[in-house]
T-cell receptor, first 115, second 114 residues
Framework: GAGVSQSPRYKVAKRGQDVALRCDPI?????LFWYQQALGQGPEFLTY????????KSGLPSDRFFAERPEGSVSTLKIQRTQQEDSAVYLC?????????????FGEGSWLTVV | GDSVTQMEGPVTLSEEAFLTINCTYT??????LFWYVQYPGEGLQLLLK?????DKGSNKGFEATYRKETTSFHLEKGSVQVSDSAVYFC?????????????FGSGTRLSIRP
């Protein structure tokens, strides 16, 4: 597609439920990022993939968070046993190459509310 | 660690006013600097960027100059419009061949009155 596509756009989960958030990056983009944006805050880095390799997962807040990109294109962020503090917008982004000057394109985000 | 500090909002201006949103950064090495904008109901979009000292990024009438000596990247526009109402994020990125994650400031909400 023309841009980064994320689904679902909105998800309401009961506390303790598992959720899976999907990201379709721009075709051919090597780098893929996941960010978490709490209300009124800037996005916080979660994890980074270069093709299928997860090179940096230093931002994942706990072992309940897991991300994968098995074929180097689509990525899934999974949150197990959701808690209220997981409520946030989860942003996926991609760029053509892993270079600091490269433009990174963001999706519109998946809004997660844990009740 | 690397970080970005930007002017707290909200900022409210009248149409055609001059805009400055301050941004300073702390980073090891030589970061690239960015301004991203988030319009209501839309995703983050790159507004402008600068990859080395003294570079000026510009787009849609907005400008920012990479000042290494003051570690700043202030966003300016000479005459704002109602359509500029959005949240603006200053950000930096370091790293070259390895992962170059972006670190964001907390955002500044801008509202323009007609």
């Amino acid at each position: 597609g023309a841009g980064v596509s994320q689904s679902p756009r909105y998800k309401v989960a009961k506390r303790g439920q598992d959720v899976a958030l999907r990201c379709d990056p721009i075709s051919g983009h090597v780098s893929l990022f996941w960010y978490q944006q709490a209300l009124g805050q800037g996005p916080e880095f979660l994890t980074y993939f270069q093709n299928e390799a997860q090179l940096d997962k230093s931002g994942l807040p706990s072992d309940r968070f897991f991300a994968e990109r098995p074929e180097g294109s689509v990525s899934t962020l999974k949150i197990q046993r959701t808690q209220q503090e997981d409520s946030a917008v989860y942003l996926c982004a991609s760029s053509l190459y892993p270079d600091s000057g490269n433009t990174i394109y963001f999706g519109e985000g998946s809004w997660l509310t844990v009740v | 660690g690397d970080s970005v500090t930007q002017m707290e909002g909200p900022v409210t201006l009248s149409e055609e006013a001059f805009l400055t949103i301050n941004c300073t950064y702390t980073a090891t090495g030589y970061p690239s600097l960015f301004w991203y904008v988030q319009y209501p109901g839309e995703g983050l979009q790159l507004l402008l960027k600068a990859t080395k000292a003294d570079d000026k990024g510009s787009n849609k009438g907005f400008e920012a100059t990479y000042r290494k000596e003051t570690t700043s990247f202030h966003l300016e526009k000479g005459s704002v419009q109602v359509s500029d109402s959005a949240v603006y994020f200053c950000a930096l990125s370091t790293g070259y061949s390895s992962a170059s994650k972006i670190i964001f400031g907390s955002g500044t909400r801008l509202s323009i009155r007609p």
